[in-house]
């Protein structure tokens, strides 16, 4: 079913009701809704201004519809509200694959028992938890519904995201210490108060741990969860991590011994094996509850069709697409997504795929572009697309190339991570090196 057939279904129950019928803004409203759209992007994009929007049409249409279910309507809980009712449950138009699944979104597949294990950790005191996966595998999908279930258990929740950090201040101890705490304290609604505990004597290290057990912990009453996102980043500033990750440790050796640091429950999210040299007794990586997303597996791409509508319950197209995109998250759901709208064939997507015409061609040209900017990547991803076996490569080089979700790493060798990458990069390199020998 369309989006117009989920209008005509409800415009069928109003008129049973005797109300009246959505309006075009109304139904336009709507459908930016379903798509997970802000009032500016729906405005932007139907050519309503987002203050009209949001203080007209939005009631109205929320009032219609908290008459037609019975309990009060808002946009956070309209596209589940609809979501949630068979009625209208294959009407919803998917919306185009892009970063962390939304938490009311139906095209979020659970990977058992992986959800209910963290949500039983978060709740243990000093808890660590590390979550492992390349890039669009689901990281932060998975921290959106922790961090959710911690809302629901009254913590307090408090994410650091590295992709946001300036390098300026990731590429210098005392910045990015200072950075840390101004942030958690903004985030907590507290009163600044760094100058008080900062003290250049005793070092910048023992100043933010002062500065977290003494003051910011302190004056909370319940949990504290802090998230780091792609921590990983940290990585690119040797000098600084190998600082800042033992701190991180010793806050969650501290939490055994000092009631105050119980307090703090930390998430380290990373799309990489750390490749900086650390004492083992220091590193943050080999303690806590460690987490590996993996691709998805059969039973999960064929759950993931049903919610697209597609009828895959033989297995063998996802199969196909699984043998294609080696499982990997984000390149499933992007297919699916095509697929669902009849965009295109499962057979010609698979013959299409690693070209320009194919659905991945903007992914793959993205992918591609990083590697001509990093020309030693390159060179040795060129080697191992040219090699029939698992090849050992240098730290720095793997980190960064299984970061990008290029490679799959079986013990300290790599190999392709799928045929999609083996056939599109293979081509350009060697149409690259055509262009050279000319």
């Given amino acids: 079913m369309t989006f ?94 892009s970063g962390a699944v939304p938490l009311n979104s139906p095209f979020y597949i659970e990977r058992p028992p992986i959800e209910e294990q963290v949500y039983e950790e ?59 705490c101004a942030s958690v304290t903004q985030q907590l609604n507290l009163e600044a108060k760094l100058e008080q505990y900062w003290d250049d004597d005793i070092g910048s290290k023992v100043s933010c741990s002062l500065y977290f057990r003494c003051y910011l912990l302190e004056q909370i009453n319940s949990p504290l969860v802090l998230a780091f996102d792609e921590l990983n980043l940290i990585f690119e500033y040797p000098q600084v991590a190998k600082d800042v990750l033992p701190l991180f440790r010793s806050w ?26 650390l004492q083992i007794y220091q590193s943050p990586f080999n303690v806590g509850f460690p987490i590996q ?27 196909q697409l699984i043998n294609l995109v080696g499982g990997h998250p984000g390149l499933i759901q992007i297919a699916l997504y095509h697929l669902s709208r009849k965009e295109i064939t499962l057979e010609k997507l698979l013959q299409t795929a690693s070209t320009p015409q194919g659905i991945y061609h903007r992914h793959l040209r993205r992918q591609w572009l990083t590697l001509q900017q990093e020309p030693e990547l390159a060179e040795f991803f060129n080697l191992l697309l040219q090699s029939n076996q698992p090849l050992q490569l240098k730290p720095i080089v793997a980190y960064k190339l299984s970061s990008m979700g290029l490679i799959k790493q079986i013990g300290n060798e790599a190999v392709v991570s799928c045929k999609l990458y083996q056939d599109y990069f293979t081509k350009n390199f060697m149409e690259m090196d055509s262009k050279h020998q000319l």
């Fill in 122 to 180: 978060i709740k243990k005191p000093g808890a660590l938890i590390l979550i492992k996966a390349p890039k669009e595998m689901g990281k932060t999908s998975l921290l959106l519904r922790i961090l959710n279930h911690a809302v629901h258990q009254n913590y307090r929740i408090v994410t650091i995201n590295f992709e946001q950090i300036d390098c300026a201040i990731l590429s210098d101890l005392d910045r990015f210490l200072r950075f840390l």
């Fill in 4 to 97: 117009d057939s989920l209008l005509n279904l409800l415009e069928q129950q109003f008129i049973e009701l005797d109300e009246s019928t959505l309006n075009v803004v109304e139904g336009l409203l709507l459908k930016g809704i379903l798509e997970d759209l802000s009032y500016s992007e729906i405005g932007q994009k139907e050519g309503y201004s987002p203050a009209y929007l949001t203080n007209v049409a939005a009631p109205k249409l929320y009032k219609k519809l908290s008459k037609l279910f019975g309990k009060n309507v808002t946009k956070k809980n309209c596209r589940l509200l609809i979501e949630s009712n068979n009625k209208y449950k294959s009407s919803i138009l998917p919306t185009y694959p």
């Fill in 293 to 319: 997303l993996k691709s998805f597996e059969l039973n999960q791409v064929t759950k993931l069709a049903e919610k697209y509508q597609l009828d895959w319950q033989s297995g063998e197209e996802a199969e």
């Fill in 252 to 277: 969650y050796e501290d939490a055994k011994i000092t009631p105050i640091w119980q307090k703090l429950r930390l998430i380290v999210v990373h799309s990489t094996e750390v490749y900086i040299p």
